[in-house]
């Protein structure tokens, strides 16, 4: 996925948890990830959610790459292999679903909203000491809020010979900044098999993809704690307003804003450099 931090800790398959063979349909724990920390190809013989507080986590599908920040999770159907990484000092949370024993399955990997309700349920389902009765009437009301989050932020990757070294290339360095053209050139290729290329396996034209890509990078900046204007630099972005009006046209409002409404807001940058919704990208 993205180029790998110094000092990150690498993981074989996370195990599951003690009692995760106990009665009951939701198994649910959490712990701290004291430093970066990369889980190696695995699947799970029972459903998965996790989600994440004061970090994020990243998690590799096929060709698909998925990001879960405040307020949101990651459904992970049994038996998908999938790989992750988490950011330092992210409280990591998740809750295993036995698949006879849930009434529902998504049968794909999805974005869950973790609502207030969702979460406290999940937090009370952690418990060592709740008695049978319980844990059953907690799971009926899980089973009956859990939903799909409107952000199912995923990345499509190309999964083509013909331009996955541009994609492994800005998945690197996503603040790359060379044109169509001079991809082209380095491939030894034409732009027009490169656009048509990327519309042919993500839905997307060249910039559209790599705009998308540079949103999941900056969700993980901000997460940790990156102002506005450092995340902006780091993405290659000629000017802040350039950046809010990129994550503005993918997620729908400002960083600031977003990130407010899961309550842990960056700052924008002042309205005297923020610019209006239509500026341009640094492409």
């Known amino acids: 996925m993205w180029r790998r931090e110094a000092g990150t800790v690498l993981r074989r398959a996370g195990a599951l948890p003690e009692r995760a063979e106990a009665s009951g349909a939701v198994v ?3 712990r701290i990830v ?3 920390t990369e889980w ?8 998965e959610l996790v989600w994440v507080r004061g970090g994020t986590l990243t998690s590799r599908v096929g060709d698909r790459v998925f990001t879960v920040f405040e307020g949101h999770g990651l459904w992970m159907p049994a038996g998908v292999v999938h790989a992750g990484r988490a950011t330092e000092g992210a409280r ?20 869950i909203a973790m609502t207030p309700l969702l979460t406290s349920l999940l937090t009370h389902l952690s418990r060592t000491d709740l008695e049978v009765a319980a844990r059953l009437r907690a799971e009926s009301v899980v089973f009956d809020v859990i939903q799909p989050s409107e952000h199912q932020l995923a990345l499509q990757l190309p999964g083509d010979p013909r331009i996955d070294a541009i994609a492994e290339a800005l998945l690197n360095d ?14 030894g290729s034409s732009d027009r098999t490169i656009t048509r290329a990327f519309r042919q396996t993500t839905g997307l034209s060249f910039a559209q993809w790599r705009q998308m890509l540079r949103v999941h990078r900056a969700l993980m900046l901000l997460s940790d704690g990156f102002d506005v204007m450092s995340v902006s630099e780091s993405l290659g972005y000629a000017q802040p307003s350039s950046f809010i009006a990129a994550f503005r046209r993918v997620m729908g ?11 842990a807001a960056p700052r924008d940058v002042p ?13």
């Open 40 to 47: 190696a190809p695995h699947s799970h013989r029972l459903h």
């Open 28 to 30: 649910a724990e959490f």
């Open 253 to 263: 409002t400002t960083p600031g804003a977003f990130f407010g409404a899961a309550g």
């Open 92 to 111: 990591f949370h998740d809750a295993f679903f036995a698949p006879d024993r849930t009434p529902f399955a998504f049968g794909e990997p999805k974005a």
């Open 174 to 187: 996503p603040a790359d900044c060379r044109s169509l053209e001079e991809w082209a050139r380095w491939l």
């Open 271 to 283: 309205n005297s450099v923020s610019g209006g919704e239509n500026a341009g990208l640094s492409a």
């Open 34 to 36: 004291p430093a970066p």
